[in-house]
């Protein structure tokens, strides 16, 4: 894995590194964190400086809270703090802080008091970290509603108290950010599910670890760099067979368009030929938008192509599952979407066909097919992501795409990714047939699988970014929009990839 990639670590992961810097830590991890804090605000506050409210809770994010008072304190900055814990029970780390800002002629409120006349000039989160064990209620629920309800710059420290670090639920209610400063390392709850709903501007400080020298990251962050080696122009003397035959099959009646979507998507992907097959006695014989695809039987198409992608609107009769079993039973890289899933999840011969395969399988469900192929429901997918998905992809022996806000791919070996391109406009039907058609793409020009996964599913959401920021999009945005968007934005990769003799 490249050096640039960021690490992501689960809470477990965090408190396994502090375990092991902390002893000999110096100056102290919180020190160093709570610097790191004001000299954001600082950076904040630039350009309105006034009175900053840091509002502390009963643990060590507290005590970061409170060093980042002493901090502003002694650099003459007007600093409100509220803390209302227990004394007593604070770890000793945030309880020495405490003492330091009373040393330093701080004082604390107890109670959340009205702003000043001219506002915050900043509010920051101390309340809850990666320590928060249980939904949030009461006065501290209460104080977050309101801290929300300003208009001024918000600052998460280390974690939008209320979010899960593991899992981006919201346990209750949850802080609002504009910025969130995270120590050490990413968690997934920064990425996923809620997550990025809550963290607004993402700021990593690893507090001077050298994280590589302590733990093995379980999980990255998906950028390009990670199939930077796949980015290779075409030699000069090639021909359409060099780019490999797709075979996507789907396409039910009433359901045409999304293997027309996905067959569209993997030839602007750069596959050299693309069948597709719409399994409606109905459905037309060409498709005269765009021509180049060849539309053939089933039977041509499992016969033919190099790499497939079954599901898109295949539908669940018995014909659908009579084309499963024979894709399953072939040893080319498969892609499973949509009612394929849902197919595999029914059947427990389809099941055994898919652990036995040497071939790559790659799954693409959202929360509700994985749900099905888990034997659970969305929910319980969604309390888990990276969880879910890391199962998933070792009980079907596959490559796994959990889609969703920050998808998360696993890996059979157990590693998993974030990826965190793409938003909310792509929430729409077809957007997921795209996704399957540029995959195959990859994986018919004889991409290794995991490469092919990590760089369409990174693609995809790259395209519906690019086409926000031109204006197409984010709302009402089209899978047919983020499908031609996907070939450009994959060409400037390349050129980028080959850029300084690389
Ligand atoms: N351990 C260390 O040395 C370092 C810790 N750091 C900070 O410390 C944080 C983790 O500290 P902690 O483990 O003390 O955890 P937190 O400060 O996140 O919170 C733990 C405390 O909150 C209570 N609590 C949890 N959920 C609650 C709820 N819903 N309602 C009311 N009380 C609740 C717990 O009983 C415990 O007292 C990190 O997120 C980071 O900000 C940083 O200073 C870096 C170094
Ligand atoms: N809120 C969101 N943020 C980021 N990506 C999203 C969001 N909603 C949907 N997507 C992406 O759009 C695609 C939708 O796929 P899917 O649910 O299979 O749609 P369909 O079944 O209509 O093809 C997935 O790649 C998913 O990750
Ligand atoms: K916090």
Known sequence: MSDSVQPVFTVAGIRGIENRVMPSADPPLMERAGRAAAEE??????????????????????????????????????????????????????????????????????????????????????????????PL?????????????????????????????????????????????????????LLTLDGPDHV??????????????????????????????????RLNNSHKGDFGEVGVIGGARGMNGAALLAARAALKLGAGRVLVSLVDERAPSVDLIQPELMLRTPEQVLAQANALAVGPGLGLDERAKAILGEALALERPLVLDADALTLLA????????CHDRSAPTLITPHPGEAGRLLGTDPFAVQHDRVGAAVELSQRYRS?????????VIALPDQRWLINTTGHPGMASGGMGDVLSGLLVALLAQRWPAESA????????????????????????????????????????????????GH
Not at 148 to 170: E, M
Not at 346 to 353: E, S, V
Not at 399 to 407: E, I, R, T, W
């Open 41 to 134: 605000a600082f950076r904040l506050t630039m350009e309105r400086p006034g009175r900053v409210l840091i509002v502390c809770g009963p643990g060590n994010n507290g005590g970061d809270g409170l060093v980042m008072a002493r901090r502003l304190l002694q650099a003459k900055r007007e600093v409100t703090v509220v803390f209302d814990g227990d004394l007593a029970r604070l770890p000793a780390d945030a309880a020495a802080a405490y003492v330091a800002w009373r040393g330093a002629g701080g004082k604390v409120e107890t109670e959340l008091p009205p702003p000043p006349e001219e506002g915050w000039a900043l509010i920051a989160d101390a309340l809850f970290g990666i320590g928060l064990e249980r």
């Open 137 to 189: 209620t009461g006065h501290y629920a209460a104080w977050i509603e309101s801290l929300n309800s300003f208009n001024v710059p918000r600052l998460a420290i280390d974690i939008p108290s209320g979010i899960d670090a593991d899992t981006g639920k919201v346990l209750g209610t949850a802080f609002r950010a504009t910025h969130t400063l995270t120590f050490i390392a990413l968690k997934p709850g």
């Open 200 to 233: 607004g501007n993402l700021i990593v400080r690893t507090l001077d670890i050298d994280i590589a020298e302590h733990a093995r990251p379980p999980g990255h962050v998906i950028d390009t760099t990670l199939f930077r080696d796949q980015l290779k122009p």
């Open 346 to 353: 029914q059947d427990d011969d389809f099941q055994r066909l």
């Open 399 to 407: 490559l796994v795409l959990l889609k969703g806000c920050g998808s």
């Open 453 to 500: 996964l990590l760089a369409a599913t990174h693609l995809h959401g790259a395209a519906a970014d690019r086409l926000a920021r031109e204006g197409v999009g984010p709302i009402g945005l089209t899978a047919g929009e983020v499908c031609e968007a996907s070939r450009g934005v994959f060409n400037g990769w390349i050129v980028q990839a080959n850029q300084n």
